[in-house]
């Protein structure tokens, strides 16, 4: 009997993160899976995936239940960044408008550990007013989308750590810029916060390993963190690895075992 190779699995990547990065290269060259990774296209020059890949906005819920359809994709796999909140509640309305499988990737967020000095938060504004009347030296590391909070709380001093160069002026009076991509190190950014005398750092509880150095940095060096807890995100399947989504795809198994 002959048996025709069936068509490859349409499966779009919602990425931003590094395990997004890191299944596509999972899934590049097997011929079962054909997938396109979306960018939101904040960071300037996001390092090209082996995959096919698309930059930008979807247009809200309708716009990616167009796509969704306009492209037959089969699967829908969230691995946007925890933080990511709006895009990943789309996803949930979209798939289900579109009856398309979602799965998310969901990484467990970063635990307290016993001497850790943490003030938690829900959000920024709260992590800005928990920073106090006096003045600090704080380490933002939440990237630059919502730095107009602090900007009402010009009495203290900034260290921000940014992909990108700015391109325009910082809405932040006082502020120093470093700029870098992760992954990063514990001993290198204990030594960043000790360079610049950081007295609090503030961060999203983003969980995984690429940004847990400045969690760890702070440890070792006692400072207080204001951690952010994760924003709300609707319902839906989720794992915790590349690996589980892949098997999710059914790519763990032989091509010729698998009837995609
Ligand atoms: P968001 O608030 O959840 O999304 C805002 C809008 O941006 C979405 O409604 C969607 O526009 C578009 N968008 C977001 N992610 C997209 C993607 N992967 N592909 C296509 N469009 C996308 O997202 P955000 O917090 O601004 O994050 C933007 C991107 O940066 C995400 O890809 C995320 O993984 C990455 N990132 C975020 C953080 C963070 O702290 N938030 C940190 C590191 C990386 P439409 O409604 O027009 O579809």
Not at 31 to 42: E, K, V
Not at 87 to 99: E, F, Q, R
Not at 210 to 231: G, S
């Amino acid at each position: 009997m002959i048996s025709f190779p069936s068509r490859p699995l349409r499966v779009l990547i919602l990425g931003g993160t590094a395990e997004a990065n890191q299944l596509a290269r999972a899934v590049a060259h097997d011929p079962r899976i054909r997938a396109m990774l979306s960018y939101a296209g904040r960071t300037e020059n996001p390092t090209p995936p082996p995959v096919s890949w698309r930059v930008g906005g979807f247009g809200g819920i309708d716009g990616l239940v167009d796509y969704l359809r306009a492209e037959n994709i089969a699967r829908v796999v969230d691995a946007t960044h925890p933080f990511a909140a709006q895009m990943s509640a789309h996803a949930v309305a979209a798939c289900d408008k579109a009856a398309v499988p979602l799965l998310a990737i969901e990484r467990r967020p970063w635990p307290r550990a016993p001497g850790d000095r943490w003030i938690e938060v829900d959000d920024l504004a709260a992590a800005a007013q928990a920073l106090g009347a006096l003045s600090r030296r704080v380490f933002l590391g939440i990237g630059r989308m919502q730095l107009e909070v602090f900007a009402a709380h010009p009495q203290h001093c900034y260290l921000l750590r940014l992909v990108d160069p700015p391109r325009a002026p910082l809405p932040l009076r006082d502020a120093e810029v470093i700029v870098a991509r992760g992954p990063f190190r514990r001993a290198d950014d204990r030594a960043m916060l000790s360079n610049f005398r950081a007295e609090i750092v503030v961060a999203k509880n983003a969980g995984g390993g690429a940004a847990a150095a400045k969690i760890e940095a702070a440890r070792d060096l006692a400072l207080t963190v204001v951690m952010v807890r994760r924003p709300f995100i609707p319902a839906r399947e989720t794992v915790e690895s590349v690996a589980d989504v892949l098997r999710w795809l059914g790519h763990d198994s032989p091509p010729a075992e698998r009837g995609v």
